[in-house]
Structure formats: C-alpha cells, structure tokens
Nanobody
Framework: VQLQASGGGLVQAGGSLRLSCAAS????????VGWFRQVPGKEREFVAG????????YYADSVKGRFAISRDNAKNTVYLQMNSLRPEDTAVYYC???????????????????WGQGTLVTVSS
C-alpha cells in the first residue's frame, strides 16, 4: 500500500489542523494504521493509531483529549484531527500502515512496513 500524508502547515498555539493519510494500491482494510511524529535529533514518536480491524484507537498520553484519529473507508483515507495545538507538537508527522501488526506493536515505529512521506506541522507560540 502506498501512503500520502498531507495537511500540515503553520498554526498558532491553540489552533487546529487536520492531517490526511490517503492510501493507494490497496485499501486500509485489514491494516493497522498509525500516526507518528519526529523532530530532528529525536526518535520517531507514536501519536495515534487504529487496530487492524479499525475497532480500536490508541493515543499517546501527550495528545489524549486533543487529537482524534478517524477513517473514511469510502475515501480510503485516515485523518488526524489535532486541536489545542501546542508548540511542542511541532514535528514532521508520518502515517504508517501494516497488515501483520498485533495490537501490542501499534505504538512501535519499527513494526510498520509502509510509510508516507511526512507532512510538517509547525505550531507557533
């Protein structure tokens, strides 16, 4: 599956952005999907994810209550709605997908075989 992430940009603290991850080549059906972020010099960090069935969602503690992951099966797209953004949310955001992922590995970047190209989110104070 090929992934295309989009929707990043510059926003003031407290603002909102919605990121999109569109799949081509295959649908997301049967894939666990995750959003990760990375800043220079740091490891890629888990943000949010869907289980393979799509029935369960998972969030990093740092974004719980502010971010929401959702999916539109008709558009074969997964979204990350980001509200109440903070300067520390500034990062390149990546979406990833994998068919063989077990639930306990959803938060581990090394478990995903398919990655989008990343979209930059900058939150100004």
């Amino acid at each position: 599956v090929q992934l295309q992430a989009s929707g990043g940009g510059l926003v003031q603290a407290g603002g909102s952005l919605r990121l999109s991850c569109a799949a081509s080549g295959r649908t997301f059906s049967g894939y666990a999907v995750g959003w990760f972020r990375q800043v220079p010099g740091k490891e890629r960090e888990f943000v949010a994810g869907f289980s393979r069935t799509g029935g369960y969602t998972y969030y990093a503690d740092s974004v719980k209550g502010r971010f929401a992951i959702s999916r539109d099966n008709a558009k074969n797209t997964v979204y990350l709605q980001m509200n109440s953004l903070r300067p520390e949310d500034t990062a390149v955001y990546y979406c990833a997908a994998d068919r063989g992922l077990i639930t306990s590995s959803i938060g581990r970047a090394e478990s995903y075989a398919n990655w989008g190209q990343g979209t930059l989110v900058t939150v100004s104070s």
